[in-house]
């Protein structure tokens, strides 16, 4: 079917003055003034004044979890240990005895007081259920007594009071997400997506893996099909190429642990942290498991990628990448369009490594803009001065690292306007970047780093994927007004998967 959607206001390089799309099938045959339109459509939508830009792509998200939170027990409010029991026993209250009460999103950083509840509060306002709470980081999390079972307990990162870390978390989360259905999964992931469309979004990169989500829940995320954004999968696990390619993985990247999280105090940093002396963190890989995983990678055609914060477990990945590059030719690597994800503590040198193995930076804004500047949680872990160097996206866009950005929902909501604003309104002026070069990152940026680079920007020829938003003002404007217009219309090449 041709459609013509004319009357608007749209956003592409080919023609600054173009009012009107024209879409045949998954293609657009043709753009430019209403006056030029083509004859002959099928259909004919009035945009009204409309912006219509390229949808959006969010490249990191966990559907699953996200659905999960979008439905039930969101601590995001929660301002202190009272609040979290509170929301608990008010959640707990509707569910059946012999449920397990999943929350997310707690985050004592910004507490007056940093208590945080016991395990035997949570056995109270559970109702004597198991209660699984995991912070918004997603490396921590608070639980009840039913969850302290022997196999966390002889887990690093154990805490008899409740709040456990490291593998006796991932121990805690794998028998917590258990007690959820096929059928809550299916309609979690279906609510997560159908919320992406409404943003505005076309695509996102689901990240599963051991410790993150399970297979048969990884799966399931990417069989949703028409009617939904799309969903690019990465499964972190080390050594597993040949595995991610029959899971039906686009890589074997994503959430690969290299290190935790800087709120839970496991990302894997070069110096203490100032606010639990003695402690650096914890990687989980070495350089050589590393470049295994990138040969690995290579012989298998697939896309390698990690996940990694602290500025040692960067460092130790870039060791890595070097020692794959030695073995397969840093040419390999390059074309490999391998990703770290987050990479929030960078030097120039480590930086330059980005650039030298042609390394996709997968980052999330709004990681700054909730917890960065001098006083935010950043700085309670790691000082003011290390805390405004961390994010550092005008480094990286400056010397040309492909840049593509995600929300890591739900550890921040899927929110793509809100990421472009925090781009470009960094805690650190140096490192803000502009709002063409925001967009561009949370738009083309993920198709690039899911090495798909025919998406992401409007053009005869091209892929008919973009969003038509509830403003008459161009993308300048939107990006550097206050208010967030509304997606009046997501479309994934050709296919409406949101319409208001």
């Known amino acids: 079917m041709k459609t013509l959607y004319r009357g608007g206001r749209v956003h592409t390089p080919a023609d600054p003055f173009a009012t009107a799309l024209l879409a045949d099938g998954p293609r ?6 209403d006056a030029d339109a083509p004859t002959g459509a099928d259909r004919v939508v009035d945009l009204a004044g409309a912006l219509v830009t390229p949808a959006f792509v969010d490249a990191h998200v966990h559907t699953t979890a996200t659905g999960l939170t979008l439905q039930g027990l969101d601590l995001a409010g929660a301002r202190s240990a009272a609040d979290v029991l ?5 959640h707990a209250g509707g569910l059946p005895a012999d449920a397990v009460v999943i929350g997310h999103g707690w985050d004592e950083s910004g507490w007056a007081d940093q208590t945080t509840p016991t395990a035997a509060e949570l056995d109270r306002a559970g109702g004597g259920r198991a209660v699984y709470l995991s912070r918004t980081c997603v490396h921590a999390a608070l639980v009840s007594s039913a969850l302290l079972t022997d196999e966390a307990r002889a887990a690093a990162g154990y805490d008899d009071g409740g709040w456990l870390r490291r593998d006796a978390h991932h121990v805690v989360r794998e028998a917590a997400y258990a007690s959820i259905s096929a059928a809550q999964v299916l309609a979690a992931q279906r609510a997560a997506l159908r919320h992406a469309a409404a943003l505005g979004i076309a695509c996102v990169h689901e990240c599963g893996g051991p410790g993150t989500s399970g297979e048969a829940d990884f799966t399931a995320a990417l ?3 028409p009617g939904f954004p799309q969903v690019i999968g990465l499964w972190g696990e080390a050594g597993a190429a040949a ?4 899971l039906g993985a686009h890589g074997a990247a994503g959430d690969l642990y290299a290190d935790g999280a800087l709120g839970a105090r496991t990302a894997h940093l070069r110096h203490d942290y100032i606010d639990d002396a003695g402690s650096c963190g914890h990687g989980y890989l070495t350089a050589q498991q590393v470049t295994d995983h990138l040969v690995g990678c290579a012989r298998h055609g697939v896309q390698g990628g990690f996940h990694a914060i602290g500025d040692q477990a960067i460092g130790t990945v870039l060791d890595g990448f070097a020692g794959a590059a030695a073995i397969v030719g840093v040419e390999a690597i390059r074309d490999g369009r391998h990703r770290i994800e987050h990479a929030e503590l960078l030097d120039k040198a480590a930086i330059a490594r980005f650039v030298e193995h042609g390394i996709v930076a997968s980052v999330q804004p709004a990681f700054d803009r909730l917890w960065g500047g001098e006083d935010g949680m950043y700085a309670q872990r790691l000082g003011a001065a290390r805390a405004l160097a961390a994010n550092p996206l005008g480094s990286l866009a400056g010397v040309g690292v492909t840049l593509a950005f995600g929300s890591d929902s739900p550890v921040t909501p899927l929110d793509p306007w809100g990421s472009c604003r925090a781009a ?3 805690h650190n002026p140096v490192q803000s970047i502009g709002g063409k070069a925001a967009f561009a990152a949370h738009t083309r940026g993920g198709w690039r780093a899911a090495r798909v680079d025919d998406e992401g920007v409007l053009n005869p020829g091209g892929t008919a994927t973009f969003t038509v938003w ?7 404007g939107v990006l550097h007004g206050e208010a967030t217009p509304a997606a009046r219309l997501t479309v994934l090449r050709g296919e409406t998967i949101h319409t208001t």
């Open 86 to 90: 509170d929301a608990v026993a008010v």
């Open 223 to 225: 069989g949703h099909g």
């Open 424 to 426: 470009m309104h960094h």
């Open 28 to 33: 657009i045959a043709w753009l430019g003034p």
């Open 243 to 246: 595995k991610a390619r029959e």
């Open 470 to 476: 509830d403003t008459t003002a161009d993308l300048r």
